[in-house]
């Protein structure tokens, strides 16, 4: 496929390929991860990358994957005085919350796991807020070899919990190809922690945290310290927490970065730079991580780029 043809796009169905031509532009909307993927194995990447994999050089734009950004989370959960979810997970917990819902619209089934958020600043003196807070009445234990905040073990005690991720983190990440089949999931190395100016703002924002939970709103609701305990008393101590315990928010942004410079792999109007009739329009191609949930940035360009293709 020249770079100046028409898009087409391959798949395998089956043991039968196909081939599907679009007579306008394809959009690709598979997100930060999957369409970085799709790009580079499709011969949109860096050249030398896709010449190793055995992948025939389309357009040679090193930034595809590169770039890309996270919200590293970390939280803080404390036994609570008082009922939580955590403490609602048993089977009868859980039919009764199915029968509040079905009768009255009511119960944890139709609340969010985070109540409530709000902005901060993790220290005095930053112009604008550098920290996202999320409030929840649950508690799990993210452990260094824990896959995500779904499958961390959840207590079975009334916890509640706190947990803060940094707005505009410094780290960069990368997606790269494991292999050029489409089966082969890609390798996504997210370097959560790897600025060490990120790791300093969650050890703030841990003690912002411990300091919320001392506040007289919430101090009559806390019975003892659970993770971390005992509370680190030093700045090595925090971190360390933070180290072991920082996850994703899963708001993946950045890898076909958007921009008018030659080396962004989008254009502002969100065409893939030498290739005709193709455009990505999701969170990949935010050059910039928004300090808060990308939920509404993702759907602005969903919405930028409908009016694109029709122009």
């Known amino acids: 496929m020249k770079a100046s043809a028409p898009w087409r796009l391959r798949r395998a169905w089956g043991d039968k390929p196909c081939r599907f031509t679009a007579r306008r ?14 790009l580079m194995r499709s011969g949109i990447g860096a050249a030398a990358d896709l010449q190793a994999l055995g992948i025939p050089v389309v357009v040679d734009a090193p930034d595809v994957g590169r770039n890309l950004q996270e919200h590293p989370t970390v939280a803080i959960n404390k036994f609570a005085t008082v009922p939580t979810y955590s403490s609602r997970t048993r089977p009868w917990h ?8 079905l009768v009255r619209g009511k119960g944890p089934m139709v609340t969010p796991a985070v109540q409530a958020m709000a902005l901060a600043r993790s220290r005095p003196g930053l112009a604008d807020p550098d920290l996202q807070l999320h409030f929840y009445p649950v508690g799990y234990d993210l452990e260094p070899d824990t896959t995500s905040a779904a499958t961390a073990a959840m207590p079975r005690e009334p916890v509640m919990s706190i947990g803060a991720s940094v707005g505009n983190p410094y780290s960069r990440g990368q997606v790269i190809l494991a292999s050029p089949h489409s089966a082969d999931l890609p390798v996504v190395r997210h370097q959560l922690l790897g600025d060490v100016r990120d790791v300093a703002t969650l050890a703030d924002a841990c003690r912002l945290i411990e300091r919320l939970f ?6 009559p609701f806390v019975r003892a310290d659970r993770v971390p305990a005992p509370i680190p008393h030093d700045e090595t101590g925090w971190q360390d927490f933070v180290r072991a315990r920082t996850g994703i928010s899963y708001h993946p942004v950045g890898t076909c970065r958007m921009g008018s410079d ?18 990505v329009a999701d969170a990949s191609v935010i050059p910039l991580l928004p300090r808060v949930n990308t939920n509404a940035t993702a759907i602005m360009v969903g919405e930028r780029v409908a009016e694109f293709a029709q122009s």
Do not use: K
């Not at 030659?262 to 455009?279: D, E, I, K, M, Y």
């Open 25 to 38: 532009d394809i959009i690709l909307s598979a997100g930060a991860i999957g369409s970085p993927a799709l």
């Open 94 to 101: 859980i039919a009764g919350a199915l029968l509040d819902y």
């Open 214 to 219: 001392a506040s007289p709103a919430l101090a």
């Open 262 to 279: 030659a080396a962004s792999v989008v254009t502002p109007t969100l065409t893939v730079r030498g290739v005709a009739g193709l455009r």
